[in-house]
């Protein structure tokens, strides 16, 4: 798009939505230019990131979502919807000639059925906000992601994300209940809550990960619950991560459901519980909660198992630290700008292939030169497989090199996934890092992906660049 029709975008757009609603000063497009992904963070730092998109555009009811949708539908204009910009894979990274629309002032709480447990809640609403909305009500939605309060519940659809809690409650997916999109020619659907059916395919599932790929959703309505009325805590120290992956595999595969089930390598048990653990052991933390017979129940089962595989007990002081600091992460763009490497990889694989994949994924990271570490814990379990959740640091000799030594990292751990069967994402989603292995991910599904797409966004105006190879 040439300059000329860059102004008279914004100029049609302000004169149709209203100029409150429609900005494209210097502060405002460069507060929308890039989400959290570490590499737009090493370009930012670098000089070399070249996002910033021509205006944008905060909505303050679905009509001018539509309208908004029906003009650049009109124009061939590129979209990027944006939650609060936490996406760690670059999702979001509008270039000049995108219009942003920026759901943060859609954020109202609509609903609490407290007899039909759910919450009908606008797509822009921050998440701890809506947390704390449901508990003051005596309800939780049982979604804590540590960016509980640096994302939307929006945000948490289109990258169908996981919380802490997931191995009892379930991630998003599970939890969605219905939802409001305008698509792409300005048409509103809304799929109804309902506790289930059998009416064809889910139309839920097309919006979940879609990465604003195919819409923007404007409303969503989730699954609550009472406040637990117990909680215990425990840990153990393992011998070895094999151990203590087995005894995840047997606590799921016995029924159990603990929330919280977290199991840390040595790297990581020494860093974050150093204090409780001694020499090479791997840590598991366990927290169960709910109606006190049950609570209490689960938690003498999992210990009863940890001990048969000769965990040591370490207390619940380790679960408490963690509840504690759960949501400190270290400042990225300061580690950047110290020239540090820095990211984390979420994958998963069955139980017959996850302790291949961990040490597949750990040597294939950590023969990368200039790699200081590479770690792992698993922290979402399932009857049938569990995550890994990698951490590398890396510190290129020539700052320069970030960028090619961030991507090696990436490759490397990709490649190892997808030899071990795994998945590549297991709740951070596709955003532009994972592109490249969507095809391997998918197979020949990818095109029933991409006629989706032809479908639902005949121009691919919709975050073009996201989710799909081109
Ligand atoms: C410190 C930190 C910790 C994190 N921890 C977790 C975690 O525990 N679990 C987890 O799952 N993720 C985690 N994340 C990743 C991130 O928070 C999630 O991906 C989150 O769901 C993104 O929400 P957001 O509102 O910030 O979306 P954004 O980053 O703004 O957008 C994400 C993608 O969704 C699209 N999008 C956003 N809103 C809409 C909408 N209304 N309609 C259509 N498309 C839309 C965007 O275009 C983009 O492609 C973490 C990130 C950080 C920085």
Not at 151 to 166: D, Y
Not at 270 to 298: K, M, S, Y
Not at 319 to 334: F, I, K, Q, S, Y
Not at 336 to 357: H, M, P, Q, Y
Request: with cysteine; hydrophobic share 40%; net charge negative.
């Amino acid at each position: 798009m040439a300059d000329r029709d860059i102004e008279q975008l914004r100029t049609e757009l302000a004169a149709e939505l209203g100029a409150e609603i429609v900005r494209w000063d210097d502060a405002t497009l460069a507060g929308r230019a890039h989400d959290t992904w570490p590499l737009s963070l090493v370009r930012a730092h670098h000089g070399t990131l070249r996002s910033r998109p021509a205006c944008v555009v905060t909505p303050e009811s679905v009509d001018q979502v539509q309208a908004a949708l029906v003009y650049a539908n009109r124009h061939d204009v590129k979209v990027a919807p944006f939650g609060a910009g936490s996406g760690v894979c670059g999702g979001f990274l509008p270039d000049d000639e995108t219009m942003v629309i920026d759901m943060g002032r859609m954020n109202q709480l609509l609903e609490v059925n407290e007899k039909a447990l759910y919450a009908r809640v606008q797509a822009g609403m921050m998440g701890d906000v809506f947390e704390a909305a449901l508990n003051e009500r005596g309800y939780t939605m049982g979604h804590f992601p540590q960016s509980i309060d640096l994302s939307t519940v929006g945000g948490w659809v289109s990258t169908r994300a996981a919380g802490q809690f997931s191995s009892r409650y379930g991630s998003i997916e599970d939890m969605l209940l219905g939802l409001e999109v305008v698509l792409v020619d300005g048409e509103r659907i809304a799929i109804k809550p309902s506790p289930r059916r059998s009416a064809g395919p889910d139309l839920r599932h097309l919006f979940l990960g879609a990465e604003g790929t195919l819409g923007v959703i404007t409303e969503v309505i989730v699954r609550i619950m009472p406040l637990p009325e117990t909680r215990r805590l425990c840990s153990f120290a393992f011998a070895d991560f094999d151990t203590g992956l087995e005894a995840i595999r047997q606590i799921v595969r016995a029924g159990w459901r603990p929330p919280v089930l977290r199991l840390y390598d040595e790297h990581e048990s020494g860093r974050h519980f150093g204090q409780w653990v001694e020499g090479d052991a791997c840590f598991l933390l366990i927290l169960c909660e709910g109606v006190a017979p049950l609570a209490n129940t689960e938690v003498e089962a999992c210990r009863e198992i940890c001990l048969s595989l000769q965990g040591t007990e370490t207390g619940e002081a380790p679960v408490e630290h963690w509840m504690g600091e759960r949501n400190n992460v270290p400042n990225l763009a300061d580690l950047v700008a110290r020239g540090f490497v820095v990211d984390t990889i979420e994958v998963t694989a069955d139980w017959s292939n996850i302790t291949e994949l961990y040490s597949a994924v750990i040597a294939a990271v950590a023969s990368v030169e200039s790699l200081l570490v590479v770690s792992g814990h698993s922290s979402h379990s399932y009857a049938q497989g569990t995550n890994i959740y990698f951490t590398f640091v890396a510190q290129p000799d020539d700052p320069g090199d970030a960028e090619k030594v961030y991507l090696e990292c990436w490759k490397r751990a990709m490649d190892a996934t997808v030899r071990c069967n795994g998945s590549i994402s297991h709740h951070h989603g596709v955003g532009r890092l994972r592109v490249p292995w969507m095809r391997q991910e998918h197979g020949q599904g990818i095109e029933v992906l991409r006629a989706v797409k032809r479908a639902l966004d005949p121009k691919g105006i919709l975050n073009p660049g996201a989710l799909l190879p081109e």
